[in-house]
C-alpha cells in the first residue's frame, strides 16, 4: 500500500538531547513537509522541501533542522536549541514540485521531554 | 500573515444530529480542503473544492466554497459516534506558492 510513515510513533527527549524523527513516503510525491501541532492549536509549518536536495523554512524552523538526501525520506531533527519539543509531529507529502496542492500527512510521532 | 478563523472551536451533538461547521478569512482562497483528524492520527483530506460557488458530497458530509472566495462549510448529516475527531479546513491562494494555511480545527463529540 502507497502511503507516508512516521516513526517511532512515541518518543522522548532528554534535556540538551538532538532526537530525529523519521518520515518516509512511497507515494512517489516531489514535495514533503514538516508540521507541529499543539492541544488546541491548527498545524504550524516547521520545513518543506519541493525537491530532493533543497528545502524551506517554514513558520517555526528554529530549534529543527531536516535533510533531503533521497525523494522518499525527509527525517527531522528537533535541537537542543528548542526549549520546548513536546508536541505532535505530522509529516505530509504532495505531488508537485513548485506547487501547493492537497497534503497527504502520516499518522504523526508524540515527542515529550524527560 | 494569512489567518483563518474556524468555529466552533468545539462541539457536543447527539447522534443523529446534523453538524454544520465554518471556516472564514479576510483573504481570497482559490482552493478550500477540509481534513478529518482522528485522536493521535495524522489528518485524513475530506473534501477538496476548487471553484466558488462549488457543492461537493463525500457520503453524510456535504462543504461548500463560499462565492465571496473567502468562506467555506461543512455539513454532517446524521452524524454517528465515528464522526468524532477534529475537523480542519485549509486554504490555498491562487498562486499556489505559498504555503497552505490552517484552521485551528472544530473538535466534535458524538453523544450517543
Known amino acids: 500500500d502507497g502511503g507516508i510513515t512516521q516513526s517511532p510513533k512515541y518518543l522522548f527527549r532528554k534535556e540538551g538531547q538532538n532526537v530525529t524523527l523519521s518520515c518516509e513516503q512511497n507515494l512517489n510525491h516531489d514535495a514533503m513537509y514538516w508540521y507541529r501541532q499543539d492541544p488546541g492549536q491548527g498545524l504550524r509549518l516547521i520545513y518543506y522541501s519541493q525537491i530532493v536536495n533543497d528545502f524551506q523554512k517554514g513558520d517555526i524552523a528554529e530549534g529543527y533542522s531536516v535533510s533531503r538526501e533521497k525523494k522518499e525520506s525527509f527525517p527531522l531533527t528537533v535541537t537542543s536549541a528548542q526549549k520546548n519539543p513536546t508536541a505532535f509531529y505530522l509529516c505530509?507529502?504532495?505531488?508537485?514540485?513548485?506547487?501547493?496542492?492537497?497534503?497527504?500527512f502520516g499518522s504523526g510521532t508524540q515527542l515529550s521531554v524527560l | 500573515g494569512q489567518q483563518l478563523n474556524q468555529s466552533p472551536q468545539s462541539m457536543f451533538i447527539q447522534e443523529g444530529e446534523d453538524v454544520s461547521m465554518n471556516c472564514t478569512s479576510s483573504?481570497?482562497?482559490?482552493?478550500w480542503l477540509w481534513y478529518k483528524q482522528d485522536p493521535g492520527e495524522g489528518p485524513v483530506l475530506l473534501i477538496a473544492l476548487y471553484k466558488a460557488g462549488e457543492l461537493t458530497s463525500n457520503g453524510r458530509l456535504t462543504a461548500q466554497f463560499g462565492i465571496t472566495r473567502k468562506d467555506s462549510f461543512l455539513n454532517i448529516s446524521a452524524s454517528i459516534p465515528s464522526d468524532v475527531g477534529i475537523y480542519f479546513c485549509a486554504g490555498l491562494t491562487s498562486s499556489g506558492n505559498t504555503p497552505l494555511v490552517f484552521g485551528k480545527g472544530t473538535r466534535l463529540s458524538v453523544i450517543a
Open positions: 483573504s481570497i482562497f482559490n482552493t
Open positions: 505530509a507529502s504532495s505531488a508537485q514540485t513548485g506547487l501547493w496542492e492537497k497534503l497527504f
